[in-house]
């Protein structure tokens, strides 16, 4: 029986397989934690700065942790192919603010300000929709179950502080240029994520020497995934909620947290 559980067994298992998906986890969140350091040195505003350098210490955590993974089975990371690369597609598609601006040292403004909380809304909720899929996947796997939960809890609470103060700033007079700024980031992110989706499971197919009705059944997924993103699934990646758990990002990272996880 063909299963979400059954498939990432299946990566689990293969050592190249399990080579490519801790490669592109740690790529991508070590980006994620690169963004968030340049967005920390760019912020004046001194409430928010704090909190995006936590956002940014975590990703780092998440990217050492993947690394880690990946050291414990004796395994090199491999370069993640283009096509698999979630967060420079992002940035093709004019998702969130371009490396180029990044890179330079001008203070950022109130509205690139936003358009950096509403890309990590919206890929937040990724992140966290697929951390809890990959905890309830690997929960019986004792390499991984600490790991997969922990950073799943670290991606709620970005979540959380997205929503937080996404908010506040739709108080502050922001509200229409935060719904268009969240809407251009969901369009953005969805196309993304079907073509990196795609792209990992023809890649893993042949890692894994699929049949080619696994191949075909994956890939339908992927493609039904995205068709009801598209019509429906948008509107949770768009709407704005204030989070049980206020200021999630308020204190500082603990110090090599992930000790004890791996
Ligand atoms: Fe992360
Ligand atoms: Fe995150």
Known sequence: MLSTRSLFDEIYRND????????????????????????????RD??????????????????RIFTQLLNKRGLPKVPVPDEADYCMLLERQGVGLSHERLNSDVPLSEREII????????TEQRAAEQMRQLVKAYADNPDLDR??????????????YCHEELLRLVAA????????????????????????GLAVTSRMAEILRWPRWQLALVTL???ALYLYDRAFGWRRMVSLRMPERRNALGTPAPPHAEHGVL
């Open 16 to 43: 190249q397989a399990y080579q490519l998906f801790c490669s592109i986890a740690a790529g991508g969140e070590d980006q994620g934690g690169w963004e968030n350091e340049r967005i920390t040195a760019l912020t």
């Open 173 to 196: 007079g922001h509200g229409p240029y935060v719904r268009h700024a969240l809407e251009t980031c969901a369009r953005g992110e969805i196309r993304t994520h079907r073509d990196v």
């Open 147 to 160: 790991a997969m939960r922990m950073i799943s809890s670290d991606e709620d609470d970005h979540l959380a």
């Open 221 to 223: 997924g992927v493609h």
């Open 46 to 63: 001194p409430v928010l700065a704090p909190k995006v350098a936590r956002h940014g210490a975590d990703e780092r955590k998440h990217g």
């Open 115 to 122: 358009t950096y909380l509403a890309h990590s809304r919206v």
